[in-house]
């Protein structure tokens, strides 16, 4: 799975830092950062075998943050 650009991306995570692989994405007022990933015809077949999606999120011990995942793009008009 990789990140990948779109029109409303207005910023870039991680652009300078080559350890990491750069997260374009779309920063509404609200705080709300919405990216889109791509994925491999081999994860789409697993996808499609096992309907699952795994989600790690990195908290450094922080609160969970809330997350929506979709399949379905979302307004990015604001």
């Known amino acids: ?3 990948v650009a779109f ?3 207005t910023v870039t995570f991680a652009k300078d830092q080559p350890e990491y692989t750069p997260l374009p994405a779309h920063v509404s007022r609200q705080g709300v950062v919405t990216s889109c990933w ?8 697993r996808l499609l075998e096992t309907k699952r999606i795994w989600i790690s999120q990195l908290t450094f011990g922080d609160p969970l943050q809330p997350q929506i995942p979709s399949v379905d793009k ?3 008009t604001t």
């Open 7 to 9: 029109p409303q991306a």
């Open 38 to 45: 791509e994925l491999t015809t081999d994860e789409l077949t």
């Open 1 to 3: 799975m990789k990140p």
């Open 74 to 76: 979302p307004d990015l």
